[in-house]
């Protein structure tokens, strides 16, 4: 081996560790910027390329800390001034590997913390966004914004199915199920709005046509708390018979909320105040997504919870067909963000029911158990806001038990037994176990 080769075998084998070396040269952080707003923090670090993080929290003092794989930092951090409530300061430490970089931002109080890299669009390049919530407040001024107007009705929406052009299942004897939801809503409707505290809005009052996807949005038109769609069953053979009633499923939910979230416009429509708040940090796609998240999973929650009340009740005045409320996708139950429930009175297609369903008096029958379903669940939660929540947070409420009755329960909160029945639209001195009783102040 000559000198030569050595030398050239050395260079060849510096060279091969040189350049994977520079094609990962170190990243770069540029700058530094802070967006407050009043319930969140944005911070976003402006790195030369794509960055490789991890983050963690620690809390006393609340920080959190974000570690750059392989990067260096120009920006001068005393420079960095703001007025964030959640930030005190960023500063850098002693990173646990070589050429990595630490940053760790002094927080104020524990908050939520959202950390993720953003492709460069112009006029940024490549970013790390580090997103912090500040919880309580965003949590109150949503819900002070959603709730301003305060002792307001609880709104339900009623959507008697079908009408017009489209009659919808025909039964035996030729009644239209368009004719018998009407009358059941109007029914029900009637019911909602003589409840004080409550009110009903009809998204058809005719016999005329409706479009499905109008039909909700009529009830977020009108902020309502509840929608309830009237249908009547039909099938090929006229042997089934009875009630059921049906939710938005998690799957279809999931899939109309990835709708929704494509048409970004109508963010503002189905978050309702909420939307004002986010806007002014633009893009805040998580943020969205995380209210949306929070308001499906109440209304999917206060749908199944209304679903089985009124199945509940539904039981006293007719068979049912499902006994569980049943998940399904419903054209009609696309509003992830509305509590919504669609109840199929009966089968029209049965001759039996069909024979029922015309008649006055079982109809109403129908609308007063839906309707005891759905107040019993707003009696026990009533939304922020509404007439019936500052009648709950003035008097106390009791469940009842085994072996109590009005009168002993009346000794016990001082108060009579008359004024308890009234509080409770009570007409006879029977109570039920499980109960729940508003006890007026006395
Ligand atoms: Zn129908």
Redesign the pocket.
């Known amino acids: 081996m000559s000198v030569r080769t050595l030398l050239n075998t050395t260079g060849l084998f510096l060279f091969s560790i040189l350049v994977p070396m520079l094609a990962q040269a170190a990243n770069m952080v540029d700058s530094i910027r802070v967006w407050p707003s009043p319930a969140n923090t944005r911070v976003v670090i402006d790195l030369k390329q794509t960055p490789k993080f991890t983050y963690f929290s620690l809390s006393n003092p609340q920080r959190l800390v974000i570690d750059l794989a392989d990067t260096k930092n120009r920006y001068q951090l005393s420079k960095l001034s703001h007025d964030s409530n959640l930030l005190r300061k960023v500063r850098t430490s002693q990173a646990k590997s070589k050429g990595d970089l630490r940053f760790v931002l002094d927080l104020t109080k524990a908050v939520k913390a959202q950390v993720f890299a953003l492709p460069p669009t112009a006029p940024y390049g490549n970013r790390l966004v580090i997103d912090l919530t500040d919880l309580e407040r965003s949590n109150t001024v949503v819900k002070d914004q959603l709730s301003a107007k305060r002792n307001r009705d609880i709104v339900i929406a009623i959507d008697a199915?079908?009408g017009g052009e489209d009659p919808?299942?025909i039964g035996r004897a030729g009644s239209y199920?368009k004719n018998v939801?009407l009358s059941i809503s109007k029914m029900l409707a009637n019911l909602v709005n003589n409840e004080p505290g409550m009110s009903a809005v009809l998204t058809r009052s005719g016999d005329y046509y409706v479009g499905l996807s109008r039909r909700p949005e009529r009830a977020r038109k009108s902020k309502s708390d509840l929608l309830v769609s009237i249908?009547?069953?039909?099938f090929t053979t006229p042997q089934p018979s009875g009630a059921s009633v049906w939710v938005l499923s998690m799957n279809r939910a999931n899939t109309e909320l990835g709708r929704w979230m494509e048409k970004s416009e109508r963010h503002s429509e189905l978050l309702g105040g909420a939307a004002e708040i986010i806007q002014d940090t633009a893009n805040e796609r998580y943020l969205t997504q995380a209210l949306l998240d929070m308001s499906m999973d109440h209304s999917l929650t206060t749908s199944y919870q209304v679903s089985r009340g009124i199945l509940k009740e539904l039981r006293q005045v007719t068979k049912l067909h499902k006994k569980r409320p049943q998940a399904a996708s419903l054209a009609v139950l696309t509003s992830p963000d509305i509590p919504s429930v669609l109840v199929?009175t009966g089968f029209i297609s049965n001759p039996r029911e069909e024979k029922n369903l015309n008649w006055s008096k079982y109809r109403k029958r129908l609308a007063k158990a839906i309707f005891r379903g759905i107040k019993k669940h707003f009696q026990e939660t009533p939304p922020d806001g509404t007439l019936w929540a500052s009648w709950r947070s003035q008097n106390r409420t009791h469940r009842v038990q085994s072996g109590e009755s009005l009168s002993l329960l009346a000794k016990r909160y001082n108060v009579s037994v008359p004024n308890l029945k009234k509080a409770n639209n009570l007409k006879s001195d029977l109570v039920r176990i499980g109960q729940i009783l508003t006890i007026p102040s006395s």
């Open positions: 199915g079908h919808g299942s199920e939801t249908h009547a069953d039909a199929e």
